[in-house]
């Protein structure tokens, strides 16, 4: 039965591992205001009739603090490229000369730099309910078998341990969060 709940403690720190590896994704999405290629992970053109990932079909570079430079492979994917940036809402006016796209970046304004960090919370809240999730199940699976035999006092001792690791993995969040907070809101 310890071998048991052990695995079931194992699923849960490796499902509390994803949840935090997935809020760091999400959150390299997040604008800062600087210039990042990783700001267009989640864009998609369409090439050869095919939804693909933008770093699939271009080289994306950041010359500097304020500029992207996106040289595609194939210079018929400009147009498609383009397209897709003004599509994905990222607020980017491309401009195409040709050969490559180029793009400003524009500095926040407050009004959406408090945007982005309450986009930020929302994410970072989410990372944690994963994290909840993952501990309500190990907990309802010592329960068990506390009712199935196994002494109370390993079972209390193997909730403590759930919560401990749950609290670290949810103030790991927290930190996460604060950094792409503090990253956002400096000028």
């Given at each position: 039965m310890q071998e048991e709940l052990d695995l079931y403690f194992e699923t849960a720190e490796e499902s509390m591992q994803e949840a935090l590896e997935r809020l760091a994704r999400e959150l390299s999405r997040v604008r800062t205001g600087k210039a990042s290629p990783s700001i267009f992970n989640g864009v998609k053109a369409e090439y050869y009739g095919t939804l693909t990932p933008l770093s699939q079909m271009a080289n994306i570079t950041t010359p500097d603090a304020r500029s992207i430079i996106i040289q595609p492979w194939d210079k018929s994917a400009l147009q498609p490229i383009e397209g897709a940036i003004i599509k994905s809402n990222l607020g980017f006016n491309p401009q195409n000369d040709g050969e490559i796209i180029r793009i400003n970046v524009p500095p926040l304004t407050e009004e959406?730099?408090?945007?982005?960090?309450?986009?930020?919370?929302?994410?970072?809240?989410?990372?944690?309910?994963?994290?909840?999730?993952?501990?309500?199940?190990?907990?309802?699976?010592?329960?068990?078998?506390v009712k199935d035999g196994y002494p109370e006092d390993s079972g209390k001792d193997m909730e403590k341990k759930v919560q401990n690791l749950t609290d670290s993995y949810g103030a790991k969040a927290d930190k996460v969060a604060d950094e792409k907070e503090k990253d956002i809101m400096t000028v």
């Open positions: 959406r730099r408090r945007e982005m960090v309450k986009k930020v919370r929302a994410l970072a809240e989410e990372a944690k309910v994963s994290v909840r999730n993952a501990r309500r199940e190990v907990m309802d699976e010592i329960k068990k078998a």
